[in-house]
């Protein structure tokens, strides 16, 4: 059964920073590239950064701040997404993708909301 859990949202103060993790089960992660997507309320989902399944390379949407940074542990079949000097329009549900291209397949986990507050 595939599952992608993410956790690490909440409630932060402009300025903060959090760490979103998602956990993967039940597929070979590590073949997989792995995004991040979020979606604020009354928008449309977008893409915040892409990871390749080794990791070697990141990419990041045009729109995206330079104060987030994606990463992985293979070994722990976990992505991440360091959010630093958080602002109020960062506020999304914050979702974890996985996807592999040469078999169109993408799995999606079930979102985690951040919110920024004073």
């Known amino acids: 059964q595939v599952q992608l859990v993410e956790s690490g949202g909440g409630l932060v103060q402009p300025g903060g920073s959090l760490r979103l993790s998602c956990a993967a089960s039940?597929?070979?992660?590590?073949?997989?590239?792995m995004s991040w997507y979020r979606q604020a309320p009354g928008k449309e989902r977008e893409l915040v950064a892409t990871i390749t399944s080794a990791g070697g390379t990141t990419m990041y949407a045009d729109s995206m701040p330079g104060r987030f940074t994606i990463s992985r542990d293979n070994a722990k079949k976990t992505v991440y997404l360091q959010m630093n000097n958080l602002k109020p329009e960062d506020t999304a549900v914050y979702y974890c993708?996985?996807?592999?291209?040469?078999?169109?397949?993408?799995?999606w986990g079930q979102g985690t909301q951040v919110t920024v507050s004073s």
């Open positions: 993708n996985a996807h592999l291209a040469v078999f169109k397949i993408t799995y």
């Open positions: 039940g597929f070979t992660f590590s073949s997989y590239a």
